[in-house]
């Protein structure tokens, strides 16, 4: 049985009863992002470069899933805990209304505007904030760390700023359409550049802004990091190398990408490069490219594995190949006196001691708050507030 299950086993009415708090939170969110939602799905998500929208959400929506095990224990209010309980909860674990309370305030006037204006960076984008403000509201700042990575993937969805996408389009056709053609005149083919117009033969190639490869690295980099997050590598050179390489990956992608198509026109015609397999070249490229990112990764694996375990056998070599001391010869011992038993007098005034049971000290509240502070201590295990305020719980309610 997962934690999950194990807590919401505990309220009488199983998982539902246990997340009845939060369905007032979850009807606003509903009701502020279900239209926004739908809007995508009927606009931008239909096309190449922004089909990995439902992906992230799909995504983000999965890890806040997994770490469901946080909303089922909300935490207790110090107004209505025990008299003899009542003493702050750890920092990292109390909530945090002011903060809280600014960037929900914040979210919901961008989310306004966006809405208004039909400004989608704003729209989408306001979804971070206003989760973020409801989880320092309602958990803390311990239940924002545990969901950090569901908060930070959803900056995937937001769709690139159009001064971005024209300031970067531009320079990236420029040094593929470059890259391509000297690499291809080396090979022997008859091409030449103007621009970003490749000519081989009697053909000519625009290479467009689709080519250009900058939703191609926008959409490897979601996928990169989501695999750095799931691995949990903890080297970290290992994770740097991987991050940084991810740009160059669906650079070099790109590149291969026009070539194919440059050589498919050549070979077999205008038709046939503009056809299928110009829409197929994309996807293919972008599965190749994930496939070199895991290959880069397991080759790293090897290399700081190696110098790990090289590091780690050091000391272990140089013991086995030092010396090892002479058994030292055994001596006669004398024999030892025979000892007195004695007998420590009972005393009747000293009554013995009871272990005191936990189920009849503590009340359902101070329960359900110690579960709380467990799972924030499973989701953060360097909290060590966390970890004193149960040691101090223990030793005050004598729980053994």
Not at 187 to 202: E, F
Request: hydrophobic share 50%.
């Amino acid at each position: 049985m997962s934690q999950a299950q194990a807590l919401a086993a505990s309220f009488p009415g199983g998982a539902l009863d246990a997340m009845k708090p939060w369905w007032p939170v979850l009807l606003g969110l509903l009701v502020l992002y279900l239209p926004t939602y739908y809007d995508l799905a009927n606009g931008i998500w239909n096309s190449e470069e922004q089909a990995h929208g439902p992906i992230v959400l799909a995504v983000a929506l999965y890890l806040i899933w997994q770490a469901r095990a946080i909303f089922l224990a909300p935490p207790v209010p110090e107004e209505e805990a025990p008299e003899p309980e009542r003493w702050a909860a750890p920092r990292a674990g109390r909530r945090r209304p002011r903060l809280g309370w600014t960037l929900l305030v914040f979210g919901l006037l961008i989310y306004a505007l966006g809405r208004s204006q039909e400004i989608l960076l704003f729209e989408v984008g306001s979804q971070i904030p206003v989760l973020l403000g409801v989880l320092l509201i309602t958990l803390g700042a311990t239940a924002a760390r545990a969901l950090w990575f569901a908060l930070f993937f959803l900056l995937f969805m937001i769709p690139l700023p159009g001064f971005l996408v024209d300031a970067a389009t531009g320079p990236l056709k420029q040094h593929v359409s470059f890259i391509a053609e000297h690499i291809l005149y080396a090979l022997g083919y008859p091409i030449a550049r103007s621009g970003v117009t490749l000519t081989v033969g009697p053909y000519q190639l625009l290479v467009a802004d689709a080519c250009s490869g900058l939703h191609s690295m926008f959409s490897l980099s979601a996928m990169g990091l989501l695999y750095l997050y799931l691995m949990g590598h903890k080297s970290w050179a290992r994770n740097g190398i991987l991050i940084a390489s991810i740009l160059p990956i669906a650079f070099l992608a790109n590149i291969i990408r026009v070539m194919i198509l440059v050589l498919v026109t050549f070979h077999f015609g205008d038709e046939a490069g503009q056809g299928f397999v110009h829409d197929f070249a994309g996807i293919f490229l972008f599965v190749v490219a994930l496939l070199i990112l895991f290959a880069l990764d397991s080759l790293l694996g090897l290399i700081f594995k190696s110098s790990t375990d090289q590091a780690v056998a050091g000391p272990e070599a140089d013991t086995r190949s030092a010396p090892r001391p002479a058994p030292a010869k055994p001596t006669a011992r004398a024999p030892a006196a025979p000892r007195k038993k004695t007998t420590a007098p009972v005393s009747d005034a000293a009554p013995a001691v009871k272990p005191a049971k936990v189920g009849a000290a503590m009340d359902r509240d101070l329960a359900m708050e110690c579960k709380r502070q467990s799972f924030m201590l499973h989701y953060d295990p360097t909290e060590k507030e966390t970890l004193d305020w149960l040691v101090k719980m223990a030793d005050t309610r004598g729980w053994t």
